[in-house]
């Protein structure tokens, strides 16, 4: 929030402008603008003074960043919308305070039919292997068990989700 102009200042516009000074020379001379002059004037027409009112501190948030920051943690999969249903705000509003807390979109799938043991024989069964001539063809498709793309998290710290997905069976 600016700071205001000082009374000195608007007692000097207010006296040249009784004494019959134009709009336009007062707003050169004291390098202010013509809204703010209007405004002074009608005050002090209005109340015999230009003290500037007092300013009004930023009303209170109606959640705290703390609440947003459970929600997230609780389920991190949930979509703005619902987020935002929760707390009776807009996505907008609640995208803001996500951002503002550092909280961020993303998401690392993690395979629920993972095998570690069989990854880690793979791994060392084509470590030496030539890739170089290597032709990759992708065959992908949609599914019927599609999962949520994305999850929030604080910045820096990652979001694991699991699909379940059939996988090819050799």
């Not at 134009?22 to 002059?37: A, H, P, Q, R, Y």
């Not at 003074?49 to 949930?78: C, G």
């Not at 935002?84 to 993690?110: C, E, M, N, P, W």
């Amino acid at each position: 929030m600016t700071k205001a102009y000082s009374n000195d200042l608007r007692e000097r516009v207010i006296k040249k402008y009784l004494d019959g000074m134009s709009k336009e020379d007062i707003v050169n001379i004291f390098v202010i603008g013509l809204d703010t002059l209007n405004r002074w004037i009608r005050k002090y027409k209005k109340t015999g003074n230009v003290e500037p009112e007092k300013q009004t501190k930023f009303r209170e948030r109606k959640f705290s960043d703390e609440e947003i920051l459970d929600a997230v943690r609780s389920k991190s999969s949930l979509r703005l919308k619902e987020i935002a249903k929760k707390f009776s705000f807009t996505h907008q509003a609640v995208s803001d305070r996500l951002k503002l807390a550092g909280v961020t979109q993303k998401k690392t799938f993690l395979y629920q039919e993972r095998n570690e043991e069989k990854r880690q024989e793979f791994i060392a069964k084509i470590k030496f292997e030539d890739f170089s001539k290597i032709v990759y063809i992708d065959e992908s498709g949609l599914k019927n068990s599609m999962t949520d793309e994305y999850g929030w998290s604080l910045r820096g710290t990652p979001v694991c989700g699991e699909k379940k997905e059939e996988r090819q069976k050799d």
